[in-house]
């Protein structure tokens, strides 16, 4: 049995900062990030908070669903960049919709947080215990990008989408999985509270995040770009061999938006069209785990995801996690 993505909607805040922008703050220039990455400008939350711009991309989905609030059995949000530890952001959105009743958590896989969570929710449409699915990624990756260093304050960009989800014939299969041994990759670690009892400090195992400061997000991006390159097009392949299909017989993919270089590798490597590949990445950077929901939800206004076309969506992210799921639409 597939999914069926029955409605799509996505929000990205007014604010944009662009590549001349980040010029006057650090050491860069138009010509670099351009070059380098892809990147010309990126949406950033200015009051926003992850929840709110989550709830504005839900209703939008509910809309073009055509469902009821009471329609939705289960809401699974996606973010690393949550307003609150506890409660999940999923709840919150819950709360700001008006929803009584659903199973509400979040998945945190960081950029492939959205082919996590279809996969989930894809297993609870199987099982027959949930109808309509609701999944919101919203991510303000700005919160913990450090501004003062120009090799990753470039990269991200704010946003949220959000898709309402139930079954269909079609096949859907997946291929996902992760690289704990990559976790000091990129991590950003929550920032500690004062506590009058504690009398130890944190010592991380890692020598690499015990060093790092709190909040602000570390990256090793050549050993991200490494495993990217090599993992994109591997679950590409193995999510589409899993469904019989050859990468050929692929007519969308939407790729997680880090890095252009990262996908024009992809696309050599598997040896595909370009224009089967959709890329946003120049407007909206990378935005974590909404990057792959809001280009299904733009695919969708522009209506190119006819019934039966063959959709795969690929994610890697913090974690070391990356997958990929491929479906009828
Ligand atoms: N402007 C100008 N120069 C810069 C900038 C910048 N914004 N950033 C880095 N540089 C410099 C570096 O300091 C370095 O200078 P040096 O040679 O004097 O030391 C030079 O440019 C080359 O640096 P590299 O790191 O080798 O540049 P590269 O071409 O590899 O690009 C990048 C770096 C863009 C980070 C790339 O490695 C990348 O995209 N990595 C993958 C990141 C990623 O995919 N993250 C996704 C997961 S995030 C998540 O899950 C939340």
Same mark, same amino acid.
């Given at each position: 049995m597939g999914i069926k993505i029955k409605g799509c909607g996505y929000y990205v805040p007014e604010l944009v900062a662009s590549n001349e922008d980040f010029s006057k703050i650090v050491d860069t220039s138009d010509e670099w990030i351009t070059t380098r990455t892809g990147i010309k400008t990126r949406h950033i939350a200015n009051g926003e908070l992850a929840y709110q711009m989550g709830a504005n991309a839900a209703m939008k989905a509910i809309k073009d669903a055509g469902i009821e609030l009471s329609d939705i059995d289960m809401i699974i949000g996606t973010t690393v960049t949550a307003d609150c530890l506890t409660p999940s952001m999923a709840c919150l959105v819950g709360k700001e919709l008006g929803i009584e009743k659903a199973m509400c958590f979040d998945v945190n896989a960081a950029c492939a947080g959205y082919v996590f969570a279809l996969d989930i929710a894809h297993k609870y449409l199987a099982c027959g215990d949930c109808k309509n699915i609701l999944i919101v990624s919203s991510e303000i990756v700005s919160r913990m990008v450090d501004y003062t260093d120009r090799s990753t304050c470039v990269l991200f960009g704010d946003g949220a989408a959000a898709t309402v989800v139930s079954y269909s014939d079609g096949e859907y299969k997946s291929y996902i999985n992760s690289d704990p041994q990559g976790a000091d990759k990129i991590f950003a670690k929550i920032p500690s509270t004062p506590n009058p009892f504690r009398t130890q400090t944190p010592d991380w195992s890692d020598e690499r995040m015990q060093e790092a400061p709190e909040l602000f997000m570390q990256m090793a991006g050549?050993?991200?770009? &490494?495993?990217?390159?090599?993992?994109?097009? @591997?679950?590409?392949?193995?999510?589409? @061999?899993?469904?019989?299909? @050859?990468?050929?017989?692929l007519d969308i993919i939407i790729p997680h938006q880090a890095n252009i270089r990262i996908v *024009?590798?992809?696309? &050599?490597?598997?040896?595909?069209?370009?224009?089967?590949?959709?890329?946003?990445? *120049? @407007?909206?950077?990378?935005?974590?785990?909404?990057?792959?929901?809001?280009?299904?939800s733009q695919l969708k206004e522009m209506g190119k995801l006819e019934s039966g076309k063959k959709v795969c969506l690929v994610g890697f992210g913090a974690g070391l996690t990356y997958g990929a799921a491929v479906f009828e639409y």
């Open positions: 050549n050993d991200v770009y &490494k495993f990217a390159t090599t993992i994109m097009p @591997e679950a590409v392949k193995k999510a589409s @061999e899993k469904a019989g299909w @050859e990468t050929a017989d *024009q590798t992809a696309i &050599k490597k598997l040896k595909l069209p370009e224009d089967k590949f959709y890329i946003n990445i *120049q @407007e909206y950077g990378n935005i974590s785990s909404a990057c792959i929901p809001l280009a299904l």
